[in-house]
């Protein structure tokens, strides 16, 4: 079978399904533009978040069977219509799990224990000391939105720190944390953090409202989907000082070119990479190999 590959997959997942004989097209160089051209004869397209499956992208394909995303997020994938084309779609929901729940914690010990600003005036030659002063995050409290995979990891990871966990989720309720409701959950945390896909129901789900009733000196983070708290309410409440800073690796519109948010000294911030490490992206490339081709024998 012929397998496009359009954005860098790790070498192992490349292998694997050449060793089981089939065509990969590494077409990860090529423009965007000619993937419509490329994709024609192709059984089956990998990608992982800058391919955007689109309905025409799929309509260039009549051979297409399988679209397989290396990652958790199918935004880039018109799910629905490919569904409707009986083509099956794929993601690697397991794989970078760890990678993600790690980004969160470098986050929230770089929020109490300003590791940026220490480098950054450190190398100035400043010797910033007194000004430095952190926080211990032991016996804080976490709020964390979304307690699916990534947000169990992020909770245990905060246990393991002495944290107190609140766990919020729309569809899952914690036997291990206390289960509260949205509007709890941002007025009790000390640090909150977002684990949840950009819907309908979960755009701008923090608002000026939700940072209205969180407490003054209030740590958010963001290593899930941008959209979800509302930049502009954001903006306010960093410079009022309700919230003592934000970290974010996902933004409403990325690259976050002309974003004002980036000109906060308490913002932190990293380019979506949550998922970016070596073992996240080598589990997601097996991964997602295997499941294409599993999907491709039937
Ligand atoms: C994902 O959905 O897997 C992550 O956000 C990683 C990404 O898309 O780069």
Redesign the pocket.
């Known amino acids: 079978m012929k397998i496009m590959v359009s954005d860098k997959l790790a070498p192992e997942g490349v292998k694997l399904m050449e060793d089981a004989g089939h065509d990969v097209l590494k077409a990860w160089d090529e423009s965007k533009d000619k993937l419509p051209e490329l994709i024609k004869d192709c059984d089956a397209l990998v990608i ?2 800058a391919t955007k499956a689109t309905k025409a992208l799929i309509d260039a394909a009549p051979n297409l069977k399988v679209i397989g995303r290396a ?3 199918l ?1 880039n994938v018109d799910v629905e219509y490919a569904k409707s084309k009986g083509i099956i779609v794929v993601n690697t929901p397991t794989a ?1 799990t760890i990678s ?1 729940a790690e980004l969160t914690f470098t986050f929230i010990l770089a929020s109490y224990r300003d590791i940026v600003a220490g480098t950054n005036t450190t190398k100035a030659g400043k010797w910033e000391k007194k000004a430095l002063k952190g926080k211990e995050v032991y016996g804080k409290t976490i709020g964390i939105a979304g307690i699916g995979r990534i947000g169990q990891a992020v909770a245990e990871r905060a246990v393991a720190f002495g944290m107190k966990v609140l766990a919020y989720d729309p569809y899952v309720q914690s036997d291990k944390y206390e289960n509260v409701s949205i509007d709890d959950l941002v007025s009790r945390s000390d640090f909150i953090t977002l684990h949840l896909p950009l819907t309908p129901e979960t755009k701008h789900m923090i608002s000026t409202k939700q940072f209205e009733s969180m407490k003054t000196g209030v740590v958010i983070l963001n290593v899930a ?1 941008g959209g979800t708290i509302d930049e502009n309410a954001l903006y306010e409440a960093m410079k009022s000082g309700k919230v003592k800073m934000a970290a974010l690796d ?1 933004f409403e519109v990325e690259p976050p070119a002309s974003n004002k948010l980036l000109e906060l000294p308490n913002l932190i911030c990293t380019p ?1 990479i ?3 490490t070596d073992e996240g992206q080598n589990r ?1 490339g097996v991964m997602v190999a295997e499941a294409v081709m599993e999907k491709l024998k039937q």
């Open positions: 992982r978040s990652g958790i997020g935004d970078t993600v989907r996902v979506h949550g998922a970016q997601a």
